[in-house]
Nanobody
Framework: QVQLVESGGGLVQAGGSLRLSCATSGVTFSTYAMGWFRQPPGKEREFVAAISWSGLATYYADSVKGRFTISRDNAKNTVYLQMNNLKPEDTAVYYC????????????????WGQGTQVTVSS
């Protein structure tokens, strides 16, 4: 059974930081690209960041570039999202996803999803 479990969300003031984690099981983690997506209140799910199976390639949405960093630890089957200088517009439910994808920004190409973790940034 495949499981992706996010943690690390919470309430933070603007300018603050959070680190999200996504622990996976049931898949050969090191062979999957991993992505983070988010769904702001009342909006569609959007791409945030992704990392290749090897960790050598990373991708970011323009809105988070320079503030967020994605990383992975294949020994721990875990992917991380370090979020710095958070803004109120970063408020969303954050989801991690695993897939053998070609276009990392496309949510439909990911095979497995976590349940999400809430991030709320107050102004």
């Amino acid at each position: 059974q495949v499981q992706l479990v996010e943690s690390g969300g919470g309430l933070v003031q603007a300018g603050g930081s959070l680190r999200l984690s996504c622990a996976t099981s049931g898949v050969t983690f090191s062979t999957y690209a991993m992505g983070w997506f988010r769904q702001p209140p009342g909006k569609e799910r959007e791409f945030v960041a992704a990392i290749s199976w090897s960790g050598l390639a990373t991708y970011y949405a323009d809105s988070v570039k320079g503030r967020f960093t994605i990383s992975r630890d294949n020994a721990k089957n875990t992917v991380y999202l370090q979020m710095n200088n958070l803004k109120p517009e970063d408020t969303a439910v954050y989801y991690c996803a695993a897939g053998k994808v070609v276009t990392v920004t496309r949510s439909g190409q990911y095979n497995y999803w976590g349940q999400g973790t809430q991030v709320t940034v107050s102004s």
